[in-house]
């Protein structure tokens, strides 16, 4: 019964996709822009995940929601500081200036991975499990207990995102300002603070994900630029800026990794992203759900 | 009562004096007509009271509050809202939760949005097509449908610009019957228009304005037949 292993816990590798995917998907959805610091976010989750339960001693189950409060506040400010002059001024609301973006989400991604680099120092930190337990089965799914929190936690945040979203007056609120931005703010829709919003959310998602993972990762400054790079693939799969999308191509490509890694060729699994990238890229160029049911 | 009014108002895009020195009143509870050619600043002076552009000169004031430089998303929260000749509606929602989501970012609980929503509705001939996606509606079914957005809470003073335009007969004949209905209700209009006989039916006043200056105002019959008005839109005998 390898097949349903490999099945389980490819399902489980997408939920880390996708809780760092979705984030990146949101931003683009609603900026139009491709935040190059998010692989930032997803490593001042982990940063903070590891230090505050090492050098403060504080419970990995408190460190969790702290890390992703650190990721909301990082992402809320770069939002503030940072992405205001993209559509500050209403006169400039169709010109948005993608090169900006491009620049300071960049230079934000050095900034970041140096200053942790010089503060905190260049070695990798190991992190405390949530979770003491060697690897066990449920029937013929091999398991660890960090890798199943992992997974419910980020199963539960992605399905009470996709809930807010749809149902919430927050969540109306973005895909308002998503599909029509101008259209939003005539209808008394702040788009500024729902832009902040939408930052802080993804932030939080990013660092979140960082965080259940550092045990694994073991964070360095520079490890948020693998999963960056799996976020812009899925994202791109998906659809760009479809959340639903990135939930559907995280989950796929989790699966489709797992069974590529035992079948195909362990050392490549990584690359069989992009070569299924490339086939979605020249058979279906708008990604798997496409322009027309691009939706937030 | 003066519910907006302007105040030396001015805009200029490189040497082109888009709108200059312009002093507007729109008074509570009237239908005024904004009319002049092409190119006289009609869309330019919606956009500096709408809060879409920010003047180099004068002020705007609406309800007695200086509002100049306000922004859009703060001027629709004190009332004054503004539709574009072009729709704003959210594409991939449907219609009724187009109306929803209007309803709730302005301040009405769900419930109280739910039952509007169905009204506007109804009354905009629309509850056939209120469950597809705004996206598959005709181009006069998302006017309507902004007209139901922007009437779910309803605003004091509504900038329509244009909204005749490019409209079936029977729709613009829907969307006259829903501004009448909402100004014998005591709502204002300031309407942007190139439809004369619409203009003539629908408002009590009307504005001229003529490169970027307004050269009349008054009741509409008697702007229209103003030779000044005339001569904006037909140009002097020297020139026929």
Redesign the interface.
């Known amino acids: 019964m390898l097949v349903v292993d490999l099945f389980v816990n490819g399902l489980i590798v997408g939920l880390f996709y996708a809780l760092m995917a979705v984030g990146l998907a949101m931003i683009f959805g609603v900026l139009k822009i491709v935040n190059f610091a998010h692989g930032e976010f997803y490593m001042i989750g982990a940063y903070t995940y590891v230090l505050v339960a090492l050098k403060l001693g504080v419970s990995p189950w408190a460190a969790l929601p702290l890390a992703a409060i650190a990721g909301a506040l990082v992402g809320w400010l770069v939002e503030r500081s940072l992405m205001r002059p993209l559509y500050a ?3 400039s ?1 169709s010109i948005m200036k993608d090169e900006y973006a491009v620049v300071v989400t960049f230079g934000l991604s050095l900034f970041l991975i140096n200053l942790v680099d010089k503060v905190v120092g260049p070695y990798p930190y190991r992190g405390p499990a949530l979770v003491e337990t060697s690897r066990f089965a449920i029937g013929p799914v091999m398991l660890n207990g960090q890798k199943l929190i992992a997974a419910g936690v980020s199963a539960a945040l992605l399905i009470g995102l996709a809930l807010f979203i749809k149902r919430s ?1 927050w969540g ?2 973005i ?2 300002v998503a ?2 931005r ?11 603070r729902t832009t902040s919003l939408i930052f802080a959310i993804s932030g939080l998602l990013a660092a979140l994900s960082g965080a259940l993972l550092a045990p694994v990762i073991n964070p360095s400054p520079d490890v948020g630029g693998f999963p960056a790079v799996k976020s812009y693939v899925i994202v791109v799969l998906g659809g760009m800026g479809s959340v639903w999308g990135a939930m559907i191509a995280s989950l796929l490509l989790g699966v489709l990794e797992s069974f590529f890694a035992v079948y195909v060729s362990y050392d490549y699994r990584d690359a069989f992203g992009l070569l299924i990238l490339m086939l979605v890229l020249i058979f279906r160029p708008q990604g798997l759900l496409g322009e027309k ?3 937030l | 009562m003066t519910l907006l009014r302007t105040e030396g108002l001015a805009k200029h895009f490189g040497g082109v004096a888009a709108v200059d020195d312009l002093a507007l009143a729109v008074e509570e509870g009237e239908i005024l007509g904004l009319i002049g050619p092409n190119g006289s600043g009609k869309t330019t002076a919606l956009n500096m009271l709408s809060g879409f552009l920010v003047p180099d000169r004068g002020s705007v004031w609406f309800a007695d509050e200086n509002v100049t430089g306000k922004k859009p998303v703060a001027l629709a929260r004190r009332g004054l809202l503004r539709m574009f000749q072009t729709t704003r509606v959210f594409v991939r929602i449907s219609a009724f939760d187009n109306l929803l989501t209007a309803g709730l970012a302005r301040g009405l609980d769900e419930a109280e949005a739910r039952e509007r929503a169905r009204v506007l509705l109804e009354e905009l001939t629309l509850t056939p097509v209120m469950y597809l996606d705004a996206g598959q509606l005709s181009g006069g079914q998302r006017k309507l449908l902004e007209f139901g957005m922007c009437f779910i809470a309803p605003p004091r003073l509504a900038l329509l610009d244009e909204p005749f335009a490019a409209v079936h007969p029977v729709m613009r004949e829907t969307m006259a019957r829903f501004i009448r209905r909402r100004n014998e209700e005591g709502h204002t209009f300031l309407v942007v228009s190139h439809d004369m006989p619409i203009v003539v039916e629908l408002c009590d006043r009307a504005a001229c304005m003529n490169a970027g200056r307004l050269i009349a105002i008054g009741a509409t019959r008697d702007v229209l037949q103003d030779p000044v008005v005339i001569e904006a839109y037909l140009g002097s005998e020297s020139h026929v």
């Open positions: 001024g209403y006169g609301w007056l109306r609120q895909q308002a599909q029509n101008l259209g939003a703010s005539l209808a008394g829709i702040d788009a500024t049911v691009r939706e």
